[in-house]
């Protein structure tokens, strides 16, 4: 019973380098999204997906893009890593944006 | 900005002892949820409340929502350690651009003492 996979679950990265974030469900959730945890900030939203295809920018989409092919993954890439991405990174997804399931987060260090 | 408040920041109880929790919002929701975050770990979703007045429990953990919809309480009865994690608000406001957009709380860190 996988859930909600993220990988890798560290990085560190150098400034102006590229790299994606994988996230994968398998319980044939529509919605998706990711988040940034921040200390005392909470979660901010980054981007979200209601299916395949189709895809939004939540509260802080700025240096992220995503994509979503198929129902199942839903990358994050960041084009161009900036000391300010350095943040604990976290994919959900649920039947309903209020019910959801998320990964185990990706923790990333951008020097 | 932050447009959930939760109360308070951080919260040290006794084993045994009961805590409240507290998440307030400036504008009227649609739904709230209750998620738990262990330490180094991904959230939990706990419970959902949309009815004014509204009340559920789960083992002990309660949590109600006011008759206005702008304020939660999650209330632990007889803590134990499995309890202690960071407690999480979040939130769809009525008024809100999107309906697929959550707010969150900054959390609330719960440490139980032996």
């Known amino acids: 019973n996988a859930g909600v996979t993220q990988t890798p679950k560290f990085q560190v990265l150098k400034t102006g380098q590229s790299m994606t974030l994988q996230c994968a469900q398998d319980m044939n959730h529509e919605y998706m999204s990711w988040y940034r945890q921040d200390p005392g900030m909470g979660l901010r939203l980054i981007h979200y997906s209601v299916g395949a295809g189709i895809t939004d920018q939540g509260e802080v989409p700025n240096g992220y893009n995503v994509s979503r092919s198929t129902t199942e993954d839903f990358p994050l890439r960041l084009l161009s890593a900036a000391p300010s991405q350095t943040s604990v990174y976290f994919c959900?997804?649920?039947?309903?944006?209020?019910?959801?399931?998320f990964g185990e987060g990706s923790r990333l260090t951008v020097l | 900005s932050q447009e959930l408040e939760q109360s308070p920041q951080s919260l040290i109880v006794q084993e045994g002892k009961n805590l409240t929790i507290n998440c307030t919002s400036s504008k009227t929701l649609y739904g709230l949820y209750w998620y738990k975050q262990k330490y180094g770990e991904g959230l939990i979703f706990l419970m959902m409340?949309?009815?004014g007045g509204e009340e559920k429990s789960h083992e002990k953990i309660t949590a109600k929502l006011d008759e206005k919809k702008q304020q939660s309480s999650l209330h632990i009865t007889a803590s134990q350690p499995s309890h202690a994690g960071i407690y999480l608000c979040?939130?769809?406001?009525?008024?809100?651009?999107?309906?697929?957009?959550?707010?969150w709380g900054a959390g609330t860190k719960l440490i139980i003492k032996p």
């Open positions: 979040g939130a769809n406001p009525i008024e809100t651009d999107s309906n697929y957009q959550l707010i």
């Open positions: 959900a997804s649920g039947y309903s944006v209020g019910e959801l399931f």
């Open positions: 409340l949309q009815k």
